[in-house]
């Protein structure tokens, strides 16, 4: 049981390249999300996932995309990267959105964008 | 707007010490409580939460948390901390009605041996 995996660990982008960062989970959890997290910041959510098909914004949501066409994989694409989305990245999942359901934490994507 | 203050940026802790890492916040209601713990390099993990009932809760890792309602506060205590408890600590406030999760700006935890 691997939980949460996101790949890859760390990146270097140049300003204007796309990329997609990767999360997988194997606990059939409906629930998925996206946070950044910033120096002198908490977390703040992305965009979210309550199932397959079914994707929303968050608080920060411009630049990246979501999609979700399985239950396992939720991936974050950042179509053209800003120096402002140098971050790191982390991806969530529960067996729902309810906050009763315990989030568990993939292990983060440093991603750092010149 | 609903906030989560925790007023410690970085606290150092001799190990045996006693620890205690402040939350405050700013909800309407009573909201979901939450602490988190993240080691160097790794993913955040859950230490305990408050839903309703008993204000003391109780976490993995010895942790616990009271819950103030008059103070808006929401304190993670350790009567003992170990080398390993060095992290950094995030509260977290959960709205009822939204399921929205408003995460604190974090507080790193040193300890000396």
């Known amino acids: 049981n691997a939980g949460v995996t996101q790949t890859p660990k760390f990146q270097v982008l140049k300003t204007g390249q796309s990329m997609t960062l990767q999360c997988a989970q194997d606990?059939?959890?409906?629930?998925m999300s996206w946070y950044r997290q910033d120096p002198g910041m908490g977390l703040r959510l992305i965009h979210y996932s309550v199932g397959a098909g079914i994707t929303d914004q968050g608080e920060v949501p411009n630049g990246y995309n979501v999609s979700r066409s399985t239950t396992e994989d939720f991936p974050l694409r950042l179509l053209s990267a800003a120096p402002s989305q140098t971050s790191v990245y982390f991806c969530?999942?529960?067996?729902?959105?309810?906050?009763?359901?315990?989030?568990?934490f993939g292990p983060g994507t440093r991603l750092t964008v010149l | 707007a609903q906030s989560v203050t925790q007023p410690d940026i970085h606290i150092t802790v001799s190990e045996g010490a006693s620890l205690e890492l402040r939350c405050n916040y700013s909800?309407?209601?009573?909201?979901?409580l939450f602490w988190y713990v993240q080691s160097p390099g790794q993913g955040l993990q859950l230490l305990l939460k408050y839903f309703s009932g008993d204000t003391l809760v109780q976490g993995i890792k010895g942790f616990e948390a009271e819950f103030k309602r008059s103070q808006s506060s929401f304190n993670l205590r350790k009567p003992s901390v170990h080398w390993s408890d060095a992290a950094e600590y995030f509260c977290?406030?959960?709205?009822?009605?939204?399921?929205?999760?408003?995460f604190g700006t974090g507080t790193r935890l040193q300890v000396f041996p």
């Open positions: 969530a999942s529960s067996p729902t959105g309810s906050l009763t359901n315990e989030q568990f």
């Open positions: 606990m059939n959890h409906e629930y």
């Open positions: 909800y309407g209601a009573t909201p979901y």
């Open positions: 977290a406030v959960g709205e009822r009605n939204t399921d929205k999760l408003i």
